[in-house]
């Protein structure tokens, strides 16, 4: 079994900043892509930015240049740095990791979603 665990979540006001991180913990033989999704109320849920085994990264064209995701192999764990926020950005947002257990299948995990809000 693979748990993944998110925390960093709250309330901010526009301008200020939040880090989120997700840790991956279970059966873990590697874990590959690492990413970050969210959900606004009534819309579907989009990639926010994820990132490779080898840190390769990409973003949403809507955070480009005021997030920042990075990740910790050693401690399974990715993490998004948010600045620059803006009441847009308020959604659930969830990790997703694709990891390849020990029966060398690599599954997809998502997060519990932590809550984000951004008031004006």
């Known amino acids: 079994q693979v748990q993944l665990v998110e925390s960093g979540g709250g309330l901010v006001q526009a301008g200020g900043s939040l880090r989120l991180s997700c840790a991956a913990s279970?059966?873990?033989?590697?874990?590959?892509?690492m990413g970050w999704y969210r959900q606004a109320p009534g819309k579907q849920r989009e990639l926010v930015a994820h990132?490779?085994?080898?840190?390769?990264?990409n973003y949403a064209d809507s955070v480009k240049g005021r997030f920042t995701i990075s990740r910790d192999n050693a401690k399974n764990t990715v993490y998004l740095q948010m600045n620059s926020l803006k009441p847009e950005d308020t959604s659930v947002y969830y990790c997703?990791?694709?990891?390849?257990?020990?029966?060398?299948?690599?599954?997809?995990?998502w997060g519990q979603g932590t809550q984000v809000t951004v008031s004006s």
């Open positions: 997703n990791a694709q990891i390849l257990g020990s029966d060398y299948i690599v599954r997809g995990y």
């Open positions: 990132i490779t085994s080898g840190r390769s990264t």
């Open positions: 279970g059966s873990i033989f590697r874990i590959n892509l």
